[in-house]
């Protein structure tokens, strides 16, 4: 939700310049709408008429401008520009193209509902939007519930919409948003109070004492009354919507539903969730006010459509101030997702999830490594990106045992292949064991009780487990039917990074396992 703060400086400049008569609405002192004029550009510079961008890059770049205005103040060196706010003609010496590339595509990744484009969602988009239109235009009430799973974008499309709406000035005049989140508002007195505060009540509420809930709300409900006694819409999204239903007695929801079943106060109820049975978390009395509305959302991300996505993080906008520069950076970009390995990354990274979080974590470490001693992105970043984030646990872990517990890993993946996949026992492995090391001559040979422990250490690191009616507590340990949690590939790769593995152990690992 929280702007940049250069686009912000752009359209609050632009807004100056640009809107001659804005109306506005006085909520609290109910006025009707008023006009308010301010200066055109011609007040500005009556020889010149500025074009807000123009005007937008003067600000950014007030030493370097070329029409004559001058500045008293020099701007401070190390003074970005936004990316929209500039022409190329108009370029800051003191400009660091890839600084600004740096910062850009940081913020890309660490803003998570802020995407450079949306893949999909157009039709879910547009219902959305056309509800919440409703409540903020022709004061209907509505209610609907957001569903689906982690990271298919249930916030993005919200602050998207959001973002629609308020791009619209008639209806963001005329409606009041308040976002909670089942996270942090754990009970309803957190929640009323934030609502008070986002609807910016608490003078109005002050030290009044309330007998109900109910009350509260309905009082700040009658607070945000316009001039003409109609109520002003508000707009509820609660994000992980399901915690607000262990609410004592769901209070909030129950009022928050019962409001919007009412005539009187337009309000448009939006819960966000991952459960699918959320419905099924309501109280009857809940439920029953509740519109039924539900939107669902999956993750239908194609591969080409993530390939596109990932290609949107990593290039620079049309605007970008030195576009020399961006056609270079972007020519360079498209280059790196045409090499074979970092192709090869992608698709791997896909089918294990199209989940956009997991680009996102990708493109991190070579979004992080662009800087003036490494002015672009490689391959070799990304492969190395990849190498950091899939690295295997239970490989890692495998580097760390002895070399009698790698052999008896050895032995229990032998006994797996032979008798396909049942379990075994640890005698089985203690006998398997000792045929391979009396087989070789300069191999010790260690007593039944150290292998038992080595045995029981890698229970307990989870490389074995119990199987499953493999007989309880009566069953004595060396007969206890156990199965191996690691896949013959991780244990061959473990043995190839192994520091120091005897030739032997390496030879009957291969043996056993090819
Ligand atoms: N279709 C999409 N196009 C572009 N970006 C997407 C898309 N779907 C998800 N993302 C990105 O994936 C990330 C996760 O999305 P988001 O936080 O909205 O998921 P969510 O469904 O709200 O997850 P959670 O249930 O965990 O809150 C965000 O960075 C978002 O920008």
Redesign the pocket.
Known sequence: MVKNNHQEDANSLRNHVKVSEITSHDRRSNLTPTKRTIATPSKFNSQIALSPSLLESRIASPRKHKLGISSPKKTPAKKRIAPSAAKPSLVDPDFNPLEETQRILRLRISQ????P?????EKERKQLYDLMKRTATTGESNSLLLI??????????I?RVVEDLHSDVAVKENVQLVQLTGLLQTDDKLALREITRQLKLENTVGDRVFRSFAETLQFLIEALKKGDQASKPIVFIL??FDLFAQHKNQTLLYNLFDVSQSAQTPICVIG?T?RLDVVELLEKRVKSRFSHRQLY?F?K?TLSQYRD?CRSYLTLCSDFPDQDFADTWNKNIQCLLGEVSVKDILERQFSLTN???GL?TLLTYPICQVNAAHPRVTAADVVTSFKLISTDTKSAMLHGVSTLELCLIIAMKHLTDIYDGEPFNFEMVYSEYQKFAQRRSGMQVYEKPVVMKAYEHLQTLELIKSHAGGGGAQVQKEYKLMSLLVHPSQILDAIQKYPGCPTEIKQWASQSIC
């Open positions: 998570v509902n802020k995407p484009v949306i893949s999909g969602y689906g799973p982690r990271g298919c974008g249930k916030s993005m499309l602050q994000d992980e966000v991952c959302l993750n991300l996505l989940d956009v979080r996102i």
